[in-house]
Structure formats: structure tokens, C-alpha cells
């Protein structure tokens, strides 16, 4: 059954892969409940009563069973509705796109690794995409980051194919599996593991905990990050995501940030900037094992036999249920 939407929630004028979850909240820590950028005083066409009819239409129309809602219908979502434009669209890979949009409506928030129902005026199914950007740029510049892989789904179809600067959309935020430590709680390590596109959610948790530390070290406040270890795996070195924004943020806290790139069917020459990051080879079972302590927190996101064979390995390996969070792509 599609979920349905409190239509009590306001409606804005504002200006301007696919997931499915499976997650273990972790108490405390997990808490339920470049392209051309738009001047905020553009405004958007979607009137109140089109982003409603918009929303409706979509979520009755959308009934295969391969359909995001359909796999997300007992998701927690927030239940405002907000209209979105495109700022921005470059190619992150050849064949993964990255969106930027403006989202104005200060009711629109979410957590680091979360994601939206993504509703598009003409397209009657409705899009499932993990944000990669962190909280704060929503905080700071009210907008989000997208990064959709090419497939024959509607949506990313219209994203890789029609979506131009402008493009008026509209989006809701859902998903159990995130990251959002309060600043009372317990220092924590994180081990991120990734395959493809699922590097999308943890991006935007390890940006969320670069956030903290930066806050931690300009301010003395806030949540006290421990470290974060990244293993992520791709066919090749085009196909891992969002390379510099990684290495940037490793460079950037050397002692807290570490990395280790996968790459399973390399056939060209790795370039010397990543080669000391790069191994040859799927994520291997001791990587992970080297990692658990009881202070460490561990997130997986890739193909469900990727998190299937990573949460039961976590488990064998006595690690508690709720320290380990995992969320499927299809």
C-alpha cells in the first residue's frame, strides 16, 4: 500500500540507483522520527495546489512492485512536501549524474544519510535518491546534492535525459538509516562501507562528521567525532564517485579521516594521486574485522548481497545489532 501524505503539512511557493531501507537504530545516535548556482530570489511555478496535485497523482500512479514507494511504504517519512529547482548538473561518472537543488522551505530538513521521494512534474513515478551533500549546506545555502545512476527507471531517465537548469521538481525526506549524534552523547568511530552508488548516503555521513569535527575544533563544542574509516568498492577507478571530495576530506584531518579505495575490474592505468588509496580487489572480510571495537559504529550501503554478507560477517564477529546500520540499493 502507498503511503499516504498528511495533507495538514503546509505547501510553499518557494524558490528556487534507487534505494529501498533496512536499518537498526542505534539509540541515541540514530534518531528516528559543479554546475551553475540559482539566486534565491528566483521563484518557482509550482503553486500550492499543483505540488499537491502533483504528490497525489504520483503516489497513485506509482504501483509496479519494483517502484520505490512501494518498497519504502513503512519508511518513517517527514510529512512536508517541499517544491525544489535545479541549480545544477554535471556528470560525477559516465554514468552516474550529480544534482544540485535549491530547496527554500526552512520546514525541509533531514539527516545525514537519509534520502528523498523525489516527484516530477509529467513523470508519474515517483524517484528514491540518497542526499550526498551534508546538513549543513542545507542549513547554509539551502540546498542539496543528488547523484543518480543511469538506468531505464523513469526518473533517473528524466534526470540523465530532460532535467535541465531550472527544472522544477519536488521532494520529501524519508529513511531510517542516518547518522545524528547530539552533543551529550558517547564519542564514536565509524566504519563506512560502500559499493557503487551506495557511496551516496555515506558521503553525506562522512561530510556530516567532518562538519562535527571542524565544529569540535574551531569551537571546542558540539559532538567530539572519534575516527572514520571509508571502504569503498567500484568496477573502476571512473566509476568511484565523488574521488576528490573523498581525498580532500582524508587531507583535510589526516589523524581522524582514512580511506581505502576498491576497484574490481581495473583495466587502465591508475593515476598517481590515487594510487595510494587504491586496492585492486573486492573489500575483504579481515578489513572489516580489524576495525570492530565496541566504541566503533558501522554502516553499509551497496547491492543487497554486499550488506547481506557484511552484516552477518559484523555479526559472527559478536558485534552488537544496533551498532550496525545497513541500507540496500537495487
Not at 151 to 169: F, G, K, M, R, Y
Not at 191 to 214: F, K, M, Q, Y
Not at 237 to 249: A, G, Q, R, V
Amino acid at each position: 500500500m502507498s503511503p499516504k501524505i498528511s495533507w495538514t503539512s503546509k505547501f510553499y511557493v518557494c524558490p528556487g540507483g534507487v534505494m529501498a531501507c533496512a536499518a537498526v537504530l542505534v539509540p541515541g545516535l540514530l534518531r528516528s522520527s559543479s554546475g551553475t548556482i540559482c539566486s534565491p530570489a528566483a521563484s518557482l511555478k509550482l503553486t500550492s495546489s499543483a505540488l499537491r496535485h502533483l504528490t497525489l497523482t504520483s503516489i497513485m500512479k506509482s504501483k509496479r512492485k519494483t517502484d520505490h514507494l512501494e518498497r519504502t511504504a513503512s519508511v518513517v517519512r517527514q510529512e512536508v512536501v517541499s517544491a525544489a529547482k535545479v541549480c545544477g548538473a554535471v556528470n560525477e561518472s559516465p554514468s552516474v549524474k550529480r544534482l544540485r537543488l535549491f530547496v527554500a522551505d526552512k520546514d525541509f530538513s533531514f539527516k545525514a544519510g537519509q534520502w528523498v521521494d523525489f516527484f516530477i512534474p509529467g513523470v508519474s513515478v515517483v524517484g528514491g535518491f540518497s542526499i550526498c551533500s551534508s546538513p549543513r549546506m542545507l542549513e547554509e545555502e539551502r540546498m542539496i546534492e543528488l547523484a543518480v545512476k543511469y538506468t531505464n527507471h523513469p526518473p533517473a531517465l528524466w534526470i540523465h535525459n530532460q532535467c535541465t537548469l531550472d527544472s522544477e521538481v519536488a521532494v520529501r525526506v524519508g529513511g531510517e538509516f542516518f547518522f545524528d549524534p547530539q552533543p551529550a552523547d558517547a564519542p564514536r568511530n565509524l566504519v563506512l562501507i560502500a559499493g557503487g552508488v551506495g557511496i551516496n548516503p555515506l558521503l553525506s555521513i562522512l561530510r556530516h562528521a567532518a562538519d562535527l569535527h571542524r565544529e569540535w575544533a574551531d569551537k571546542g563544542g558540539g559532538y567530539e567525532m572519534g575516527t572514520i574509516k571509508l571502504f569503498y568498492s567500484a568496477q573502476n577507478t571512473s566509476e568511484l564517485l565523488f574521488k576528490k571530495n573523498i581525498l580532500d576530506l582524508v587531507n583535510e584531518f589526516p589523524e581522524k579521516i582514512a580511506c581505502r579505495l576498491h576497484v574490481t575490474k581495473q583495466t587502465t592505468q591508475i593515476s598517481a594521486e590515487l594510487k595510494p588509496y587504491i586496492t585492486e580487489g573486492r573489500i575483504t572480510e579481515k578489513e572489516i574485522s580489524d576495525h570492530v571495537s565496541k566504541e566503533t559504529l558501522f554502516y553499509i550501503c551497496g547491492p543487497p548481497p554486499m550488506t547481506d554478507f557484511f552484516s552477518k560477517q559484523l555479526e559472527n564477529s559478536h558485534v552488537p545489532p544496533e551498532h550496525i546500520c545497513f541500507e540496500k540499493w537495487w
